[in-house]
């Protein structure tokens, strides 16, 4: 078991290693571009889905009504223009929040408690969509590959999601190296068959794509301006992921800022390029949106030719950079819900690190949810788009209105100066301005685009996403609410002084049988020179004379109390006689002790957990008892012959101090 | 939390009460037969579905291929026969063992632990599939009469399981209640179905059904007699659930044995007649086996007419027996999972009963697994039927193989006599032999239906469950032998004694912030009076002048030793410092106190978990490492104006002393 936990998730990590776990430019954009790039091999093909709906669909839709799909290209235009301004804006909070800001921190430190828990909700919903879009369009690369797939792609899905997990665990420096290969993999073979397309285009021997199984509409919708915003909220798509830099920041090797910002600028360049190459080629071959095969499969048959190994390679690096996408979430949901719990808006267990320096319940958690709406979309990618994009365009808008905020204030100050916190640069930034202007305009733009997302997208699912934000963020302030009312609580009467002399303590060992544990558990309680007396608990009326015989000949000394159970139950009959000794001494504290069996493996020790558990769980209700377990460990152990065989921890010191030579 | 645990659970009953959780014949005829019953659901269809294979499947193969459908007469009256040498077998095992003599106890009892372990591991198999099939052809039969749904089937099979889980944590008296109307309901409709369905076709007025889809093959299998073998195990389904009432026996009032037995014959009996009228009607009116709908509703349509309200009725009923057939199993995986971990083949956790008597554990494991068979065979009864049989078989024979061993044995002795346990009747049973000849029969045929059976279904699914069960009993014997190798560790050198003179105990008390819970802390270790010192670990450095000033201030004595944790982790520096004392005292034993909120309700408690686990698990190895919580409650307290607010003990207890009329 401790091997199988050490090939899964590598050996743990000293605490020292933190630092030497930051990455590279290269490997940046590996790990972060990964779901910005991959939203290219379906940004395309939801806008052709939306516009199709005018056409009737269909191959034949081409020559029938005319080009209405080639209405993807200004589409694809606006998007890319939109895709500047938002990097320009998300390069100045690189630089404003060196540390890391994403919307959320951003929104914290300028516009207040609740819009900043609307971003936080808003991402942490998004970054499980992206695992579970992401992966969903990689299954259906794989499916177009390999139709014969298509019935088990849910599946497929769900094992992926559990791989990423798992890698995800180990930490982040190689979750980098592993998903680098993939993404430069990608690029390389998706410039390729954009640079070939280009040609063939160039050279007129492109051809139109055949045999698409295409999605066919009855009735073709009139080719109305809000169906035209729905093809644009779609295609918007491809601006997710563009955030996931400024989050990860603290990932970055120094100067941390500067490299971020490179990768960021490289990372929307290549976006771009992609995006309108692949929109451009798709219309010159006459791509038509199918739910057996991808845009992006029909490109690489319309360019290599059916079944060419460069079709499949093409097919290949675009399920591979998909799955890896879902990565840029394992890097920033834990590291988010990690931020948002630090400030008591998350359970505080989400942030604890592992033995791997990772966030391990944040990981954990996004898996599950991500697992959870890929079986109920059925992993198809189609159903889940609507969902998307709302949150990312409102923590877009979000962040981008803080950043308004903060340039204006540190605009104000005197160049050095420190005013609550904030700390002007040394020499006078002239463009303040300019940059203020330049965020004001990406929020304004992201704004309005999520306003058309929400609206154009409402009635197939987007309302569910406005139903789900703000009940999250009811909860995150229900939660908030609580870690204050408890601080309060406990710091009530701070003049409460602690005893002057300290109280009576009687000590109750719990006793199931009488071996080499109770006699540990007798120890500890004489060491601490208390009144003491042992309780059974009799669930098994046969046994309690074996039990009171094996006392008084391996204990012989102190009093052994049987608490008769005749229904078999451990807790109920326990707690009566503790609420007994309670009532009968109002000062005291009662003091359990209970043994607790350590094991090698966590097999074994999963065979003697629970009744513990179970005490536990019973007495904590109860004012002034308090409970101890006593460890008692018992080890594998390999006998002169080789056999493995368990021993208690006093038999492995006596075997070792015979074993010594004299 | 606590209102809705109670709504779904019911109140904690008291340990008096489980005498009188025991039920009647009517009752007990509900809840254990409704498995056995059910399957008339689906035991015919099933021998259509193999015999259609021969046919080229169809509604015309009646006309073109003759009526080879009408070879399920002779299959079914056989299966009669058989069931009635079971139940014949099953009586005697009644009487046999009046606390309840399931497959597995028969077998312990007479056969050893191997046949034993094999036996319950074919049985929880079963259950589990049980579970799975009952849900699975219940669903169809509502999506029989709304086809509309056959998309979600298995989202509704889910929901009906999570249902099935929560009514059975209530416990079983309960559940008996909930099912007694559901399986007279469907007797009621299905004699009347039959009835009315005998009464037309003396009359000549029942129509062959017309409408169905029925499944097709493209090229028809010869009619084989390993194809009629097929149909026949494929029907044997029909004998599922007969072993119930033996297995709880201890659930019906007394005279349990003869309530029990009684209850067996006539489930029995209404068994043969469902299941021979249903087979002899589908014949009448050429059923023909289809993925859309049931031989049940096209028997309902052919005999009351299309969307007639009784159609409606009987489907309803059908679908509800098969639902709370599921029952069955909920009623005796726990229990024979009980007995097993009792005898040390299961985790020892699986015997604790909850709240509300019933053995929580097995009822959540079972539920957990047959959500997983539901979703792997998406939902489909005909793919779980070959996984079916071989485990009920394989318990059928072994348990009367046990049965011939019993009888021969309690047969030799003298009336009343007693030897090694066995208690001979006080009159002598002339008919010993002829009992052992009817269970030796019942063993010889069964153990050929189980052979027939994962001969004929080997490579449709029956493989599964031939690897299953061997590698449950490798696993329940693996639990096993580490049960006895952990009682041979600690019963080891039995001579050793408590220590004479106590050690000496280095207490820790474990300070995160100082407040109300730490005073608590402090005057528990004053009360010990042992040496003891505060340790803080500084995952957040800017907190801990703050955490040694409030220190210094609200304790005022005692030492607080601050342990740096540069990378913010929990348990590894406070693991190593306690490592560190260990090294320099060799003899005695450190004592680490930690606080451990309590809160009033489940999910505020969930936010205040988690690091005693972490430091729990973290330190569990040390040797001479004894680990105490002192829980510290906080309550929920309404103000004078009604505010809801949190207050700790203390404050309670001073509030309640100043509210005190002088």
Redesign the interface.
Known sequence: MQSIRRLLLGKRLQ??D?PHQSISKPVGLAVFASDALSSTAYATEEILLILALATGGGAAAWAVSGNVLGISIPIAIAIAILLTIVTISYRQTIFAYPNGGGAYIVARDNLGETPAQIAGAALLTDYILTVAVSISSGVAQITSAFPGLLPYRVEIAVVVIVFMMVVNLRGVKESGRVFAVPTYFFLGIMFLTLIVGFIRVATGTLDPVTGVEAIHHEVAEPLTLFLILRAFSSGCTALTGIEAISNGIQAFKEPRSRNAAITLVWMSSILVMLFLGITLIANQMHAVPSHTETVISQMGRAIFGEGSILHLLLLAGTALILLMAANTSYADFPRLAALQAGDGFL???LT??GGR?VFSWGIVVLSLFAIALVIIADARTTALIPLYAVGVFLSFTISQSGMVIHLRRVGKLKPGEVVQGLEAPMHYDANWRLKMTISAIGAICTGIVMLVFAVTKFTTGAWFVVIVIPTLVLIFFR?HR??K??????????S????QV????QTLILVD?V???T?RM???A?????DWHAVHIGVKPEKTPVVLEKWK?????GRLHVID??????A??LREYIESLLANDPE??I?VIMG???MDTYW?Q??????AF?F?LA?????R???????Y??HHHHDAEGHD???????EQ?EAVTSQPK
């Open positions: 605490t020292a933190l359970p505080r267990q604890h690190r320096l939660i609580h870690y009312e408890v601080a309060k609580a406990l710091s009530w009467d701070t409460a002084k602690p005893d300290g109280r009576k303590v049988d071996h080499a544990e006699v007798v120890n500890f004489k060491a601490l020179g208390e000949k391996r204990i012989g000394e159970s005749p229904y078999r139950l451990l109920e009959p005291s504290y003091h607790h069996l350590v074994e999963a065979l003697h957990q629970n009744s179970i536990n007495l904590a209700g109860l004012e008892v308090v409970v101890t377990t006593v460890p460990q018992i065989e368990l021993i208690t921890e006093d038999q006596a």
